[in-house]
């Protein structure tokens, strides 16, 4: 159980185009889910966190009109790169969150790669 | 600020080695400190630990916290080449969002 996915898992664009990534809980609710980046060689950075029905709070120097991100319903959250550019290029992942589930872990997803041209 | 440093960045060994990987941590409303394991994906969870002085223990692999001193450790025995891998620390912070902090990892080759 606790299966996120993510999709699409690799995606190459043209700078300047914008891109939608989706995480979706399968198999559990969640109520709290969390946007990562991760550039090469570097750990993971907390973008923001996404709750369910409301605004998403942004980490600190995060654009929020630049990654725009929409947890609409209690399996599925998107981020929206827009307008990307070459230094948006990076490995996004997204974790998910539910308080009916065992509090010890926020569950993965596989990860989606950008690469912007 | 908030902070998890681990070291080291990276460790080479053979197998069969022994491995231990620090975590310290600098974090205000700390909540716990978990371990992941990265390969080329997603991060995969190990261990939680929210309590001093307990082993946590899974197969080779096993880890405490010293809340006092602010650290943690993951052990690994008899390393096989399937444990090469970034070893993650975060520390998950109580302020409303339960968010993750993370260290910038420990690169683990294990050679044959």
């Known amino acids: 159980g606790a299966v996120v996915s993510q999709h699409p898992s690799r995606v190459i664009c043209k700078s300047g185009t914008s891109v939608k990534i989706e995480c979706r809980s399968l198999?559990?609710?969640?109520?709290?889910m969390f946007w990562y980046r991760q550039f090469p060689k570097k750990s993971l950075m907390l973008m923001a966190t996404s709750n369910e029905g409301s605004k998403a709070t942004y980490e600190q120097g995060v654009e929020k009109d630049k990654f725009l991100i929409n947890h609409a319903s209690l399996t599925l959250s998107t981020l929206t790169v827009t307008s990307a550019h070459p230094e948006d290029s990076s490995f996004y992942i997204c974790s998910a969150r539910s308080p009916g589930l065992a509090r010890e872990t926020q569950y993965f997803g596989p990860g989606t790669r950008l690469l912007v041209l | 600020e908030d902070k998890v440093v681990q070291s080291p960045l990276s460790l080479v060994v053979h197998e069969g080695d022994t491995v231990t990987l620090n975590c310290s941590y600098e974090v205000t409303n700390f909540r716990s400190l978990l371990w992941y394991k990265q390969e080329k994906k997603a991060p995969t969870f190990l261990f939680m630990l929210t309590s001093s002085g307990i082993e946590k223990k899974s197969g080779r692999l096993s880890s405490i916290l010293d809340k006092k001193e602010l650290f943690s450790i993951l052990n690994i025995t008899a390393t096989q080449t399937g444990d090469s891998a970034v070893y993650l620390c975060?520390?998950?912070?109580?302020?409303?969002?339960?968010?993750?902090?993370f260290g910038k990892g420990t690169k683990l080759t294990v050679n044959p």
């Open positions: 198999d559990f609710q969640a109520t709290t």
């Open positions: 975060a520390v998950e912070w109580s302020g409303g969002s339960e968010k993750l902090v």
